[in-house]
């Protein structure tokens, strides 16, 4: 599974001829945003391993450049082990200082210090 939400920035790509007359030779996308990929699968009778990837980058507003920077936040899991029906707690993203709202996850980093939790908890559907 795949959710992302964000920004996408086109800029422009820039070459400078032998004679000094500077044209244009492509276009370069750059992106933004919350990117959440997780892939579930059975590791026993019992568990499930999960891993998980959440990325948070935002671009730099202050920055004009034609590659803009961006600030980015990573939390990783790989082969975590889960059973049916219990909660984990996964992880926590800190943010500073950063302006930007998205939509499924309702997150908001307007203030100075914003944080994201991911919890876990697996559900198996079972034919009754």
Same mark, same amino acid.
């Given at each position: ?52 990837? #959440?990325?948070?980058?935002? &671009? %730099? *507003? $202050? ?10 936040? @990573? /939390? =990783? ?26 939509? #499924?996850?309702?997150?908001? &980093? %307007? *203030? $100075? ?10 559900? @198996? /559907? =079972?034919?009754?």
């Amino acid at each position: 599974m795949t959710f992302s939400d964000g920004k996408e920035i086109t800029r422009e790509q820039h070459s400078v001829s032998e004679n000094g007359a500077t044209r244009t030779s492509g276009y370069s996308k750059f992106s933004d945003g919350t990117r959440l990929t997780m892939t579930l699968r059975r590791a026993s009778d019992l568990s499930y391993a999960i891993d998980m990837n #959440l990325s948070i980058s935002v &671009f %730099d *507003k $202050s920055d004009k450049s034609n590659v803009p920077a961006t600030d980015k936040s @990573e /939390l =990783k899991a790989e082969g975590l082990l889960v059973r049916d029906s219990q909660v984990y707690y996964v992880g926590s993203l800190r943010r500073d200082n950063v302006s930007h709202k998205g939509g #499924l996850f309702l997150y908001n &980093f %307007d *203030k $100075s210090h914003d944080m994201i939790t991911i919890w876990l908890r697996v559900r @198996e /559907l =079972k034919n009754s």
